[in-house]
């Protein structure tokens, strides 16, 4: 299991890692291409459930390594999440709207 | 056929819960099915995915059988949830319909806010409905509400940091003292029972599973415990878990609002498409199956 937490790391760097994590897919099931290193921008209209098979124990294991990975925003609240576990530009939005005010401290 | 996980040897669990009952496709048996109904008022139906799978996903015929789901299903990528998603929603209907005593492709499948299902035009017949691998399971009352949920029973949850997650602590002392190789199967005991309890109440995930519990050495789980550990429920509320097909766990949580168990017969389960629109609204969510 990745346990990356550089928090130098773009967001949806380290959003891939804990998808690919969670989904247990390889980088070209989830992102549709075989190139050397996939694409660096996530397919943010990629449903969570009904593309990626999440399940509502995926849901728990990504909370999991979201705080893992996303440690500034500290223990996350999944039913306060839960609307933004939609799709992946959703989530990636939550997630930077969420880290704004921490950089911002 | 069910080997049960917690047989049924009490008296009011075999009073409340009628045994699973397979359906192998649209042949049923649907008379077993509407005769645990018309005994216990509820039913728990389940079946393996490929007996309910089209041969071909591009059938002509599909899009009138799944109705408004149709839309959804055209949009998922992935294959074994598409795959799932038409087999569960075919498999509930049929089950319904033979309830309602109503063909299966009249049946009109909605979402409640949070993404419970309810049958338009037969909301008092209360449905539930799970899936998982190859396992598909619905659950029927006309007593309530209810709610089931099925895992296999050797999900991976240990290390997922799932007992801080999704446990109270109590259920956290308890399972401590649980042998580490019977831990992760109480987890997943837990996991569907809270699920079953949130999707019945009609939560979902919106319910903090660390503030409502069970207890983990339980042999029949008979109400729902606050984080210390003391009752929180009455007994309103039933509880089963089972084992099905070898390597699922399933449970299910009922609760009994007095509307009886034989019912009224068809016509009392209609609701008037009017009032449930008024009473009823909202998008469905994607979690709550």
């Known amino acids: 299991m990745t346990t990356e937490t ?33 694409a660096p921008e996530l397919d943010e209209d990629l449903q969570l459930a009904d593309d990626l098979g ?21 223990e996350l609240s999944l039913p306060e999440i839960l609307p933004s576990l939609h799709t992946v530009g959703s989530l990636t939005d939550c997630l930077k709207r969420r880290l704004s005010p921490v950089e911002a401290v | 056929m069910a080997s049960s996980l917690e047989p049924m040897t009490e008296l009011e669990t075999r009073r409340v819960f009628a045994h699973p009952i397979q359906a192998r496709g649209p042949d049923g048996p649907w008379d ?6 018309s005994r216990h008022g ?45 087999a569960s929603r075919l498999m509930l209907k049929h089950t319904a319909g033979a309830v309602v005593g109503e063909p299966a492709h009249s049946l009109e499948l909605s979402y409640k806010l949070g993404g419970r299902p309810y049958l338009r035009g037969f909301e008092q017949l209360d449905i539930s409905l799970s899936h998982t691998a190859d396992l598909l399971v619905v659950g029927l009352t006309r007593r309530g509400w209810i709610g089931v949920d ?8 240990v290390g997922l940091g799932t007992e801080s997650q999704m446990c109270t602590r109590h259920e956290q002392e308890e399972l401590e003292r649980i042998a580490e190789e019977h831990r992760n199967s109480a987890l997943v005991r837990l996991w569907t029972l809270k699920e079953a309890y949130s999707k ?27 984080p ?19 390597r699922y766990t399933v449970s299910i949580a009922l609760y009994d609002a007095g509307f009886g168990e034989t019912g009224d017969g068809v016509h009392a389960l209609r609701v008037e498409d009017e009032l449930l629109a008024e009473l009823i609204g909202g998008t469905a969510e994607r979690f709550a199956e």
């Open chain 2, 32 to 37: 077993a099915v509407g005769e645990a109904v």
């Open chain 2, 228 to 246: 210390d550990g003391s009752p929180g429920t009455g007994k309103e509320w039933a509880f089963h878990t089972c084992v099905l097909q070898q």
């Open chain 2, 42 to 86: 509820s039913a728990l139906v389940h079946a393996r995915m490929d007996d309910w799978l089209p041969k071909d996903l591009a059938d002509p015929a599909l899009p009138d059988q799944l109705g408004p789901d149709y839309l959804r299903f055209r949009r998922m990528r992935h294959p074994t949830v598409r795959a799932r998603f038409v």
């Open chain 1, 54 to 74: 999440f399940d509502s124990v995926m849901l728990m294991e990504l909370k999991f390594l979201l705080e893992q990975h996303f440690p500034e925003l500290g």
């Open chain 2, 200 to 226: 019945a109440i009609g939560q979902g995930m919106r319910f903090r599973f660390t503030e409502f519990g069970f207890g983990p050495q339980d042999r029949q789980a008979r109400e729902v415990r606050l």
């Open chain 2, 150 to 157: 099925a895992e296999l029973s050797d999900r991976q949850m």
């Open chain 1, 6 to 38: 550089s928090t130098d790391c773009p967001v949806t760097l380290r959003l891939q890692d804990v998808l690919l994590a969670v989904t247990g897919m390889t980088p070209e099931l989830l992102f549709g291409d075989s190139a050397e290193e996939f």
